[in-house]
């Protein structure tokens, strides 16, 4: 099938040339490379003389450009992006996502030597606060926001000898509502004896870096099969914040007030 795009001149300069005269041909239209090659084979001739060409020779097949042009791009990051990387990094990205969302919000640009070098320097003007961004994470925005707002149903066995609240059992609730933390992160209330159902709080340190006070609901796990338990009544997520904006350092509050940014959302469809 001859390529529409192409006219019979083009393509007869172009295969009159010696070295692509016999097979194949890359031909560039638009910005795009095409390979095609001939269904009928040219026959022999002399170095000195031309092709004789026929209507027969000017049928092509497309067949499959063996080098793709690539689909990712690297870009340095100038800022915090959520589950992309924090500032200074470079990383790959695909390269809708570069042109319709990170180069449009200015939040990355070219990984050049002039570039790296002045973000080198303001980078180095941020001090500490750059250091306690990096402990964080790329993913630390979205979760620290989402605990802020946390009441995490805790559910305990009743016993006739009674019971301790022990933060085992903090970490295994945490588990339950996708949210893995070690003990050694979990503090608990002045008074861990608590003995009766009820809100209490206690202190999630993330990274060594975020102290939070999140809140926590002391339920009683039924005996029996219960298609609605009292943890189940509990609203989990989106609740007042327990730890207030001013017990926060700058550099967090900052942070953690700033909305978070859903990569996953330009990955499927970019903004318009």
């Known amino acids: ?13 172009l295969l009159s040339l010696p070295l692509i005269a ?34 027969r020779h000017y049928i092509y097949r497309k067949i499959e450009n063996p080098i ?18 924090i500032m200074g990094d470079i990383v790959k990205v695909p390269k809708k996502m570069w042109r319709n969302f990170l180069y449009q919000a200015r939040l990355a640009t070219y ?12 980078m180095k003007a941020m001090g500490d606060s ?14 620290l926001q989402r605990i802020r707002g ?7 066995v009743p016993s006739a000898k009674g019971w301790t609240l022990t933060k085992s059992h903090i970490r295994v609730a945490l588990r339950k509502v996708g949210i893995s933390a070690t003990e050694d992160s979990i503090t608990l209330p002045e008074d861990p004896n608590i003995h009766t159902p ?19 609901t002391l339920v009683e796990r039924p005996l029996v099969f219960m298609e609605e338990t009292p943890a189940d009544r509990i609203q989990v997520w989106n609740n007042p914040t327990v730890t207030p ?6 550099v967090i509050r900052k942070f953690l007030t700033t909305p978070a940014i859903d990569i996953n959302a330009y990955r499927q469809k970019p903004p318009k």
Do not use: W
Request: aromatic content about 4%; overall charge neutral.
């Open 150 to 156: 946390l009441n995490l149903p805790v559910e305990l």
């Open 198 to 216: 009820g809100e209490f709080i206690f202190t999630l340190t993330m990274n060594d870096v975020v102290a939070l006070k999140v809140r926590a």
């Open 245 to 250: 904006d001013d017990e926060l350092s700058p």
């Open 68 to 85: 793709p042009p690539p689909t990712e791009i690297e870009v340095l990051l100038t800022d915090h992006v959520d589950g992309l990387g």
């Open 1 to 13: 099938m001859p390529v529409p795009s192409l006219s019979r001149t083009v393509c007869s300069q």
């Open 130 to 143: 750059l250091n306690i961004l990096k402990k964080l994470g790329k993913y630390s925005r979205i979760t």
């Open 111 to 122: 990984p050049t030597p002039e570039n790296i070098a002045d973000l080198n320097t303001e």
């Open 22 to 55: 016999c097979r194949r041909v890359l031909l560039r239209q638009n910005g795009t490379v095409q390979m095609v090659e001939r269904v009928r084979s040219v026959n022999l001739y002399q170095d000195d003389k031309q092709p004789k060409l026929r209507s």
